[in-house]
């Protein structure tokens, strides 16, 4: 029950939904405020113990336009118990029988939501993804090449098209065994092929040290008070000619800035959290290290306490 201004009886009182009838009643006077309202609910509910086959839906999903039938293809179900429907059995096995253009399509766009979910990424990097991998597949010409190599490298790209970039190693976790190797030459192909497509090079986005530095941050449970401290030394660091990584500086500004703080990490659990090797995170923090005045904000620490930090 919920509460409504009623018309008779001049004041706020307590409202009943008539599901039946799509009535909204008052409690009170018995006055339909509002008639045949459209539920907009679930019309059912769904149980941990109940079989995957009898799913409720009754409508498809959105229309893809990078499927040649927008993705509104009409799916035979398999009949209910051992003996089903003679003619509904017969009907799905021509279905599977015959040729879908755009059957290798669904499966790569579903491998590819797959890996996009799991690394908690927006729909338009998934779409973007997708549209990638449909402009690749249509030029015909990644036959025999890694598959699951390329779905990783189109869903790199399409990240750091769209400003959220992910690194390679984040990527391979989730693209089913191909290696660091594989998806580096998948990306250079794609963005070759792209290029040959438009006559143009491929944009790939500019990739910053602080692009990646909440996520690291959040990965190692640290403070607000220190990822504050921790971006404005990433934004400050791109003043300087460091010739590292972006991943490597944002790895060497966590393990400085956890320094100065009472919430030391150590070197081990950075290298974990953000995939730079430690030797990589001490040679990056040697070539910070000249510079850390500059680049440490004063509200965080003072001039004492860099001069206490470890020299590289």
């Not at 460091?242 to 500086?249: A, H, K, Q, T």
């Not at 923090?285 to 206490?308: C, G, R």
Request: net charge neutral; glycine share 8%.
């Amino acid at each position: 029950m919920s509460d409504a201004f009623c018309s008779d009886c001049k004041r706020h009182t307590e409202v009943v939904f008539d599901h039946s009838a799509g009535d909204t009643v008052c409690s009170e006077c018995g006055l339909v405020l509002e008639s045949h309202s459209i539920d907009e609910t679930s019309e059912w509910r769904t149980f941990a113990n109940e079989s995957g086959d009898n799913d409720p839906v009754r409508v498809g999903g959105p229309t893809n336009p990078l499927l040649a039938d927008g993705g509104l293809t009409t799916v035979i179900s398999k009949p209910n118990g051992a003996s089903g429907d003679f003619l509904s059995s017969s009907l799905g096995r021509w279905q599977n029988r015959g040729s879908n253009p755009d059957r290798g399509l669904i499966v790569a766009f579903k491998t590819i939501a797959t890996m996009a979910d799991r690394l908690g990424l927006v729909a338009t990097i998934k779409d973007r993804a997708n549209e990638i991998y449909k402009r690749v597949e249509d030029q015909k010409s990644s036959r025999g090449r890694n598959q699951d190599a390329l779905l990783a490298a189109c869903l790199y790209i399409a990240c750091r098209q769209e400003d959220k970039p992910r690194t390679v190693k984040e990527i391979c976790s989730l693209a089913n065994g191909a290696s660091k190797k594989e998806i580096g030459r998948a990306k250079e192909y794609i963005v070759k092929q792209l290029g040959l497509e438009t006559g143009q090079s491929v944009e790939m986005g500019t990739i910053h040290a602080g692009d990646f530095m909440r996520r690291f941050c959040s990965n190692l449970g640290m403070t607000n008070q220190t990822v504050k401290a921790a971006q404005e030394s990433v934004q400050k660091s791109e003043e300087f000619d460091i010739r590292r990584s972006p991943i490597s500086i944002a790895a060497a500004v966590i393990y400085i800035i956890t320094q100065l703080s009472d919430e030391k990490k150590l070197l081990r659990d950075i290298s974990v959290a953000t995939g730079v090797a430690e030797g990589t995170i001490r040679n990056s923090y040697k070539d910070l290290y000249p510079h850390l005045p500059k680049i440490i904000p004063s509200w965080y620490a003072k001039e004492e306490d860099l001069k206490n930090l470890q020299s590289p």
